[in-house]
C-alpha cells in the first residue's frame, strides 16, 4: 500500500488546529475545546484518501518531561510531513513563540503555508500584520474553521503541492475494508504502550501519568495482507470520577471508538486485574455487538515463580500467578465465556502479533453464517433433550429458527408463547449453538417472535448474553 503524503497542522495552544483538522475531514475527529493544550497525542484524519492531516499538541517551552514528550512528537510530525500548516489565530499579534515556531518550520525545508485562523472574527488583524514571519506571501491563507471560509482555496493549494489532480487518489481502493481494533480499558493499562509496539513506532505519548490519550489516536499496518486499523482511546475512569469538560468529551469519544471498530481488545492490568470497571466495558463492548479480546498487559511484570493471591483467597496451593489470574477471570467474565484471554508485554513484545491472529478469527467468526437446516436439527435436538417449562396450561413452544444477520450473528427463534421462555432455556439454546460452532470472541444476539405475539403482545428482542 502506497503511503499517503502527511500535511501537519502546528502552532500554539488555543489557534484552532483540531477544529481545523475537523473541518478538513467533515466530522470530530480531535477534540475542540476552549481549554489549551487540549490535543496532546498526534491526532490524524484521511482527506478525502489523498493526504493524511495530523493535528498536534500545541508549540511551547516544555516544563517538565511529559511536556517534553509532546514537543518531540511534534518535532517528529514537522519531520515526517510532506506540507506543514503554521496556524495562528488571527485575532492576535504574533509573538516571540510564534516567530520561532515559523524559524523550526522554516528550517525543515518542507512547503509552508501559514493559516491565519478565526478570521470570519471582526478584530481579526489585516494580513500585513503577519508577513514579517518570513512565509511566502503566495502561502498564506485565511480562514475559519467555524464558517468554513477559505478551507477550499487551502485545501486545494495542498492538492497542488503534493501534485494531485482531479479526484485521483495516492492510493487504489483496497477489495476490503480495513478491520478496525479498538483498544479499550482503564487508565494507565497500556494501551498506549501497546499501540505503539502493534505500530512498531511511537505514534502515541506513553506516560505513567493518568489520562495521556484524550482523542482516538490511528494507524494503519497490515498483517498477511490484510489491512488493520488500531485505535487507540483514552482510558474511562468510573462516571463519578471523570472531571467535567475534555474528560467527558473524551470518556464518550471512547464509547464511539467501540461502535466504530469490528473487534475490542479489553485491555486489563495484570498488576490490578479485578475491577467492576473492567466488567462493565466488557458489558458495552458485547451490548454492541463487537468482537472482544481479553488482553492481560503488563505480564513482564508477573512473578511466575511464587503462586500469587490477587483477592485476598485462601489455599491456592503451587500455582502460578498466570494460573490463578485466568481462573479469576472466568469467574469474574462468566458472562463471556466465548472470549479469549491473552497475557501481552509491551516492554518485551510477548503476544504482541497474536493479537493480530486472533482479530482475524474473530472477523471470520463474525461473518459465518449457519444454514437453516442446522440451526433447526439443532433447536430440535435441545427441545427434544430439555423441555421448555412454562405455566400451567401454557407451554412455550419454539418451532423454528433462522439466521438474519452477521456482524454480530442474528437469530431469529419462531415458535408459539416464546414470552414464556425462560432465560436460562435461551441461555441453553445459545450454548447448543455455540456447541455447533463456537464464535470466538464474538457475542450472538437472539429475537423471539411468537406466531401469536399480535393476540398476546409477546414478541421479544433480547441478546443471547445476560
Known amino acids: 500500500m502506497k503511503t ?17 483538522l475537523n473541518r478538513f475531514a467533515q466530522k470530530n475527529i480531535a477534540i475542540v ?16 484518501d489523498r493526504f493524511l492531516m495530523v493535528d498536534t499538541a500545541g508549540l511551547k517551552n516544555p516544563e517538565d518531561d511529559f511536556e517534553a514528550g509532546i514537543q518531540d512528537q511534534i518535532n517528529d ?21 510564534d516567530k520561532d515556531i515559523a524559524k523550526r518550520a522554516l528550517r525543515s525545508k518542507k512547503p509552508i503555508f501559514l493559516v491565519l485562523n478565526k478570521s470570519d472574527r471582526g478584530e481579526a488583524l489585516d494580513i500585513n500584520e503577519f508577513r514579517a514571519l518570513g512565509v511566502d506571501e503566495n502561502n498564506i491563507f485565511r480562514t475559519s474553521a467555524t464558517t468554513g471560509q477559505g478551507i477550499t482555496d487551502l485545501k486545494n493549494a495542498i492538492l497542488k503541492e503534493l501534485g494531485i489532480r482531479g479526484g485521483a487518489t495516492t492510493e487504489p481502493a483496497t477489495s476490503e475494508p480495513p478491520l478496525k481494533i479498538a483498544l479499550i480499558g482503564r487508565p494507565n493499562v497500556g494501551k498506549s504502550s501497546l499501540f505503539n509496539s502493534l505500530a512498531k513506532k511511537q505514534q502515541a505519548l506513553v506516560s505513567s501519568r493518568q489520562g495521556t490519550t484524550r482523542d482516538i489516536n490511528r494507524v494503519s499496518v497490515k498483517f498477511k495482507g490484510r ?35 469490528d473487534i475490542c481488545a479489553l485491555l486489563i492490568d495484570s498488576t490490578e486485574p479485578h475491577s467492576k470497571l473492567d466488567q462493565s466495558l466488557a458489558g458495552q463492548i458485547t451490548e454492541a455487538g463487537k468482537g472482544i479480546i481479553m488482553v492481560v498487559t503488563k505480564s513482564d511484570l508477573m512473578d511466575d515463580s511464587q503462586p500469587t493471591n490477587y483477592f485476598g483467597e485462601e489455599n491456592i496451593k503451587n500455582r502460578t500467578s498466570a494460573d490463578y489470574l485466568l481462573d479469576q477471570l472466568e ?56 423441555i421448555p417449562a412454562g ?60 406466531d401469536n405475539s399480535r393476540k398476546k403482545g409477546e414478541e421479544t428482542d433480547q441478546k443471547g448474553d445476560f
Request: with cysteine.
Open 4 to 20: 499517503l503524503p502527511i500535511v501537519a497542522l502546528i502552532g500554539q495552544t488555543n489557534a484552532g488546529k483540531s477544529s481545523l
Open 33 to 48: 475545546a476552549r481549554e489549551e493544550g487540549t490535543t496532546r497525542d498526534n491526532v490524524s484524519a484521511r482527506i478525502d
Open 77 to 97: 510530525a514537522i519531520e515526517s510531513a510532506d506540507i506543514i500548516l503554521l496556524t495562528l489565530d488571527s485575532t492576535k499579534f504574533f509573538d516571540h513563540r
Open 227 to 261: 489491512e488493520i486499523e488500531i485505535l487507540d482511546t483514552a482510558g474511562l475512569r468510573k462516571p463519578g470520577r471523570r472531571e467535567v469538560g475534555i474528560e467527558k468529551f473524551s470518556a464518550i469519544r471512547t464509547l464511539a471508538a467501540i461502535e466504530e471498530a
Open 331 to 386: 469467574r469474574d467474565y462468566d458472562f463471556l465465556p466465548y472470549a479469549p484471554v491473552i497475557f501481552t508485554s509491551s516492554e518485551t513484545g510477548k503476544n504482541v502479533t497474536k493479537l493480530f491472529e486472533l482479530a482475524e478469527q474473530i472477523d471470520e467468526a463474525r461473518h459465518h453464517q449457519i444454514a437453516t437446516k442446522d440451526l433447526n436439527r439443532i433447536l430440535l435436538e435441545a427441545r427434544e433433550t430439555h
Open 391 to 450: 405455566l400451567k396450561n401454557t407451554h412455550p413452544k419454539p418451532k423454528y429458527i433462522v439466521q438474519t444477520d452477521v456482524c454480530p450473528p442474528w437469530f431469529v427463534v419462531h415458535g408459539h408463547d416464546l414470552g414464556l421462555l425462560h432465560w436460562s432455556y435461551k441461555r441453553y439454546i445459545e450454548r447448543k449453538i455455540r456447541e455447533f460452532y463456537p464464535y470466538l470472541g464474538t457475542p450472538i444476539m437472539f429475537s423471539y417472535r411468537s
